[in-house]
């Protein structure tokens, strides 16, 4: 890249969540101009999340070259902040938005809850519902008229990767599981156990230690859950549980996400994971086929992100845009 090109006016998009924080730089014209992604940068989630959102940002600049006095918008989607006419309160709304207050970054800066970054890019500003799990979680749904409604607003939870894994450990410490499932070894090497015994004293010990430290303890062997989906039982009814409480949050949800059928979209590591999705997908359908389809993302949270900054800054983003912003999502998805 030229130095007149990284001179060119420019947003920048930001999904900040508890286990990564992804920075995205883009023209008025869609094209990506640098990325980065560092740690979470959801602050209930991790101590450290100023250093990681500010860190990711400063690289992204930096990738592609950027004077970030050019930036004329900003949209970031961060963990843990709070929607207006939510009653999931996690914290202090301008104290998280004080986390993009990067040095020389002086543009218009908007900061929301992460699901909403995530239901723009998944769905494209159609309404529909949105579901995100990874290190945390969400069912969000948005109108025809943009009111929004978390399922939490419903007194429900459906639960993330860690809450996965809770179901898992619960199972084995009360002998529901066949003693040959791979699944149980599995587990007890990554609590460093030698038997249930020890898993139990490793489930004890973690109950006083540092929060975030036990959140991802149990949200790291998430992903090890999903992958003997196919062979484990203990592994197929965690999962299935999990996909139930999910779907209920959907149907909770669902007259008023617009006219039917309305479309679901599953993001997040854990949401968007095969053995997931296909259990979440056959609850829904099982249960009113012409009320819920499940719909493929159209962009990730970092594209939602990048809609909103862009539109913030005056730019409509057509289809053109859209195929601009989604060429950059595979050089990212698999970090």
Do not use: W
């Not at 490793?202 to 989906?229: C, E, I, M, Q």
């Amino acid at each position: 890249m030229d130095q007149a090109t990284s001179q060119d006016e420019f947003v920048i998009g930001i999904d900040a969540g508890g286990t990564h924080t992804r920075v995205g730089c883009f023209g008025l014209d869609g094209r990506c101009l640098g990325t980065a992604v560092g740690g979470g940068g959801g602050p209930h989630h991790n101590d450290d999340a100023l250093q990681n959102v500010r860190g990711a940002i400063t690289h992204a600049l930096d990738s592609g070259r950027l004077d970030p006095t050019r930036a004329v918008a900003l949209a970031a989607g961060i963990a843990g902040v709070t929607r207006t006419g939510s009653n999931q309160s996690h914290g202090n709304n301008d104290r998280i938005a004080g986390l993009v207050d990067a040095p020389d970054l002086t543009c218009p800066k908007a900061v929301v809850n992460d699901a909403v970054i995530a239901h723009r890019g998944a769905l494209s500003g159609r309404p529909g519902i949105v579901v995100v799990a990874g290190t945390g979680s969400m069912i969000l749904a948005i109108d025809e008229d943009g009111t929004e409604t978390e399922s939490g607003q419903m007194e429900h939870y459906a639960g993330a990767a860690r809450h996965l894994v809770h179901d898992v450990v619960q199972r084995i410490l009360l002998g529901d599981h066949h003693p040959a499932d791979p699944l149980v070894t599995a587990a007890l090497e990554h609590f460093g156990a030698a038997d249930v015994e020890g898993l139990r004293e490793s489930v004890l010990a973690r109950s006083a230690a540092h929060r975030n430290d036990a959140k991802r303890t149990y949200g790291g062997f998430a992903p090890r859950v999903t992958a003997l989906a196919g062979e484990s039982d203990l592994a197929g009814l965690a999962l299935t549980a999990l996909a139930a409480r999910t779907a209920r949050g959907v149907r909770l949800l669902a007259p008023m996400a617009g006219s039917r059928p309305v479309p679901v979209a599953c993001t997040g590591a854990l949401a968007a994971d095969p053995s997931f999705r296909r259990r979440l997908e056959h609850l829904l359908i099982e249960t009113d086929p012409e009320a819920l389809t499940l719909a493929l993302p159209r962009l990730d949270p970092l594209g939602g992100a990048a809609i909103v900054a862009l539109e913030a800054a005056g730019i409509t983003v057509d289809d053109t845009i859209m195929d601009r912003l989604a060429a950059r999502a595979g050089s990212m998805a698999a970090v």
